[in-house]
């Protein structure tokens, strides 16, 4: 049996869903504490200021991408095949509502939301690397991956996705076989 949320995660899960909802500017202190169901003092025990909110949830982005780049590296079906299944989001997924809130910052004007969301981008894309050895074959790799999150996050999930994974090895297999110089001359 799990144990319940801590206040200071039900803060940050309140101030993720009312970023995603409501923007920066609806994501006020007192939302965020009527929301996560604790007292406005409550909340400033645990976060002094919206700036303290707003470090904890890039916090907490930072810990659970790395988390995801880890688990992309030891999947069994290697990094590729993870980041393209884990980019359909999931219904409640922890590292996507995350997400989603910590790119309404950065698209709100926020540097460390930007900076945070690049530092975890190019961590995945060096996982898939890692995997695919070449740069711009993991940029293709996260762009089909980065496509399949975007749709999925506004309701259109692939209903092909196992055809698309095989499609990406497909891309894969064929840009890294041997080329031939053609006939001899």
């Given amino acids: 049996m799990t144990s319940p949320p801590?206040?200071?995660?039900?803060?940050?899960?309140?101030f993720s869903e009312l970023l995603v909802a409501a923007g920066s500017r609806g994501a006020t202190l007192d939302a965020v504490a009527a929301?996560?169901?604790v007292s406005k003092g409550g909340l400033l025990y645990h976060f002094g200021t919206k700036d303290a909110l707003v470090d904890g949830l890039l916090e907490r982005f930072r810990r659970m991408a790395g988390e995801d780049a880890r688990d992309m590296r030891t999947a069994p079906a290697g990094a590729t095949e993870y980041y393209l299944r884990?980019?359909?989001?999931?219904q409640g997924d922890p590292l996507s509502r995350t997400a989603v809130?910590?790119?309404?910052?950065a698209q709100g004007g926020d540097p460390r939301a930007a900076d945070a969301f690049t530092a975890a981008t190019e961590e995945w894309r060096t996982a898939i690397?890692?995997?695919?050895g070449d740069r711009v074959l993991s940029r293709v790799v996260q762009l089909v991956g980065d496509?399949?999150?975007a749709g999925s996050s506004i309701g259109v999930a692939p209903d092909d996705l196992d055809d698309v994974v095989a499609g990406v090895a497909a891309v894969l297999?064929?840009?890294?076989?041997?080329r031939h110089a053609?006939?001899?001359a």
């Avoid at 297999?173 to 041997?178: S, V």
């Fill in 35 to 37: 929301s996560a169901g």
């Fill in 101 to 105: 809130a910590v790119l309404h910052l």
């Fill in 6 to 14: 801590s206040t200071r995660d039900r803060l940050l899960d309140a």
């Fill in 86 to 90: 884990t980019s359909v989001i999931q």
């Fill in 129 to 132: 690397e890692e995997e695919v």
């Fill in 182 to 184: 053609g006939p001899p």
């Fill in 147 to 149: 496509g399949l999150w």
């Fill in 173 to 178: 297999a064929a840009a890294r076989a041997p």
